[in-house]
């Protein structure tokens, strides 16, 4: 059963830090793209960061140089080091594997920037 599971959530002030986490099982990552997305209250879900297999990495402009993504040398987890954190920041933050004929989706973990 493939699985994805995000942790490390929660709730911060703006200028804190978090880091997400996202287990992968069930199946070989080593050939998908991983990524970030996130989904504000009312919004669109959005590409927050992503890593190809490669290990190529994108971020959205609102996130440059805040937020880094990268993966452990297996790439079964995902992270995300989320610094210098905004309001605009909160919201719902999935995980996503971008593997051939398919796109699975972790059940996401909220962040909370006040």
């Known amino acids: 059963q493939v699985q994805l599971v995000e942790s490390g959530g929660g709730s911060v002030q703006a200028g804190g830090s978090l880091k997400l986490s996202c287990a992968a099982s069930g199946y070989n990552f080593g050939g998908c793209g991983m990524a970030w997305y996130r989904q504000a209250p009312g919004k669109e879900r959005d590409l927050v960061s992503n890593i190809s297999g490669a290990g190529t990495t994108t971020y959205a402009d609102s996130v440059k140089g805040r937020f880094t993504i990268y993966q452990d040398n297996a790439k079964v987890t995902l992270y995300l080091q989320m610094n210098s954190l905004k309001t605009e920041d909160t919201a719902v933050y999935y995980c996503?594997?971008?593997?051939?004929?398919?796109?699975?989706w972790g059940q996401g973990t909220q962040v909370t920037v006040s």
């Open positions: 996503a594997a971008d593997c051939p004929g398919r796109k699975y």
